[in-house]
């Protein structure tokens, strides 16, 4: 048996251990917008990429890098690619995380019957296990490629909490929201209408403290459905709220519009010892970006 | 048919704070069942599907000038809301404490008292049952009503403890859980992922949980608990096992048994964890008939078992042809 098990060691594209369950499933937990989700896995010698997609307008990603990862053995040949139910996912890993607990869980794939196998190794005289059946993933729209809109970006960089707060607000009005970026005087405008209409504005100079960060030498305008905006925060784990993380957001080619979220993986014990600036290891971020769609009859309105 | 009674300090902590809140979770209804020698709190005795729940305390546990007569052998049993019952002891207590503060010290005993009457409620012609809880002040008494079933007949009760007596078979090998914490926080994510739980316990000491659905299949194995009742060593090569392998090949021998029972079941067995067990066993009746759960409870300050105080559930098992 046990030479089997080194052989089934052996020939598993990826064999990973990490020591953060709860940061994981934090990290996923915000690209999580509805109840059935499909995602795919992507595994490569560079670390993990999740991916979920909505209606051919929305695609979110989580990068966990193999940083986070106290092993990763990788391999595959090829990048191997397989569908997971998101929820039943997020669901089985939170099961590993016993607060108060350190835990360390080894992740394998693929297991005989191409599954994704999980179980816990901290313990000897108690183990968690698990096996996810995965799926062929389906062929996903890969037109998401983010292109620049020009030459030089469109960019701002806001507090992850105010975003969050300015999008919940827009869902009074409802239906779509208008982000209009303006060099002079460099601002954001978030502009809902729908029964009524709603306007936030992020004015640059008298908002450091929000607004981070502002590039933007023409101004520009897109509409987004409300639902995708709303997803890009809507699950946002506590940490990064309350870390005081900027988000960014990029408008690309064709009023693509990048969100990104940086969801801290670091260990409970290790929270303790990050210096009074709040600064962590980059390697113990995980990185979630959302890819959303500008309606088509709103362009630079 | 009379009862009446004094709830004691200790009555009053064990209730108040660890049963009562954890028996509600089980069921909002359930059994009171008062005899010469104890006080007994039963859930789904006499209906065959639920989980079932008995809370058993001597009389000298919770209560001092224990009156209690009838004429079925001074029995009486009748079922109450556990919700309502808990709210009555919780302000008969603020009440007792601000009068215990009032008159320079004291306690709750011999303040609290509790009784059945009959009465005329407002806006009936019929006389209905209560358990009452009276308060005594220096000037002033606070009287609460309890509405409790109409006291079973001499055949419901002598069913209620033909069910209690059967109730008390136990399992040929039990295993010992310390960890309460752990398992709860564990089956209580687990809960998400499936309805229906697979548990094999081992004369080897392990207790195996694993809920299993098209999808995906989420376990957690326990090894090397300690065992009471029938044990067996376990073989050599079991060792470098999957827990899976490990259970079946155990089954398969005659070391384990396993069954099934529904995940809501157990994760509300585990709500008895806010009793404060100090420890539990788990174990399999014979001919797989239903998972039984003893809590453990220990004398304040020592490792000896609190004979005054006995918890467990049985966990109906579900018929695998069914699901």
């Known amino acids: ?301 | 048919m009379k009862f009446k009674a004094f709830l004691t300090d200790n009555g009053v902590a064990l209730l108040e704070k660890r049963f009562l809140p954890a028996l509600d979770k089980i069921d909002k209804t359930c059994h009171l069942y008062l005899t010469r020698d104890h006080a007994v709190f039963l859930h789904n005795l006499l209906n065959g599907d639920g989980l079932q729940s008995v809370a058993q305390f001597r009389i000298e546990a919770l209560f001092d000038g224990y009156r209690i007569s009838s004429q079925n052998d001074d029995r009486i049993a009748f079922a109450i809301d556990l919700s309502l019952l808990h709210r009555a002891i919780r302000s008969s207590v603020g009440i007792c404490n601000e009068l215990a503060t009032a008159a320079d010290g004291g306690s709750a005993s011999e303040r609290l008292q509790i009784k059945l009457v009959k009465k005329l409620p407002a806006n009936s012609t019929q006389p209905m049952p209560f358990l009452t809880f009276e308060t005594k002040g220096y000037k002033s008494a606070v009287i609460q009503d309890v509405p409790i079933s109409k006291p079973m007949s001499r055949a419901q009760v002598s069913e209620l403890q033909a069910a209690l007596d059967s109730a008390q078979a136990l399992p040929k090998t039990l295993v010992q859980v310390h960890d309460l914490n752990q398992l709860q926080s564990f089956v209580d994510r687990m809960r998400h992922v499936g309805d229906v739980l697979n548990v094999s316990i081992s004369k080897h000491g392990d207790l195996h949980l694993q809920i299993s659905t098209t999808l995906i299949t989420l376990g957690a194995e326990f090894r090397n608990l300690p065992v009471l009742g029938e044990r067996a060593e376990a073989p050599a090569e079991d060792r470098g096992l999957s827990a899976q392998a490990r259970s079946e090949r155990a089954v398969a021998r005659g070391d384990a048994e396993a069954v099934q029972v529904s995940v809501k079941h157990f994760a509300k067995s585990l709500q008895c964890h806010m009793t404060r067990p100090d420890c539990a066993f788990y174990g399999i009746e014979e001919h797989s008939a239903c998972l039984t759960v003893i809590f453990q409870f220990f004398i304040l300050g020592t490792r000896q078992t609190d004979k005054s105080i006995s918890l467990h559930c049985r966990l109906p098992v579900l018929d695998p042809g069914t699901n």
């Not at chain 1, 809902?192 to 008298?206: N, V």
């Not at chain 1, 929000?210 to 305008?221: G, I, K, P, R, Y």
């Not at chain 1, 290790?270 to 309606?295: C, D, L, M, W």
């Open chain 1, 1 to 301: 048996m046990s030479s089997s098990a080194m052989e089934a060691e052996e020939t598993a594209d990826l064999l990973c251990q990490l020591d953060n369950v709860q940061g994981i499933v934090d990290a996923l937990s915000a690209v999580r917008w509805k109840r059935h989700q499909d995602a795919v896995i992507e595994v490569s010698e560079h670390g993990i990429v999740l991916i979920v997609e909505d209606s051919g307008c929305l695609q979110a990603k989580v990068y966990l890098q193999r940083e986070l990862f106290i092993r990763y053995d990788y391999s595959a040949r090829g990048r191997p690619r397989f569908g997971v139910g998101l929820g039943l996912f997020v669901d089985c890993l939170s099961t590993f995380s016993v607060p108060g607990h350190s835990n360390i869980i080894e992740i394998r794939y693929p297991g005989p019957d191409m599954q994704l196998l999980l179980k816990s190794i901290d313990s000897l005289n108690a183990c968690i296990y698990a096996e996810i059946r995965t799926r062929i993933p389906e062929t996903i729209s890969w037109d998401y490629d983010f292109e620049p809109a020009g030459s030089s970006p469109l960019s701002f960089t806001v507090r992850s909490a105010a975003l969050k707060e300015a999008i919940d607000d827009l869902e009074w009005p409802g239906s779509g929201v208008q982000i209009t970026l303006q060099p002079a005087p460099p601002s954001v405008m978030f502009k809902g209408e729908g029964h009524g209409d709603l306007q936030i504005e992020f004015m640059y100079y008298a908002n450091t403290d929000l607004l981070v960060a502002f590039h933007c030498d023409h101004a520009v305008s897109h509409r987004y459905k409300y639902k995708f905006l709303r997803a890009t925060t809507s699950n946002l784990p506590s940490n990064v709220t309350k870390d005081n993380r900027g988000s960014k957001l990029t408008i690309g080619r064709g009023g693509m519009l990048k969100v990104q979220h940086l969801v801290s993986v670091a260990r409970s014990s290790a929270t303790h010892q990050h210096n009074a600036s709040g600064y962590q290891q980059p390697s113990r971020i995980a990185y979630v970006e959302f890819f959303v769609k500008p309606e088509v009859d709103g362009d630079d309105a």
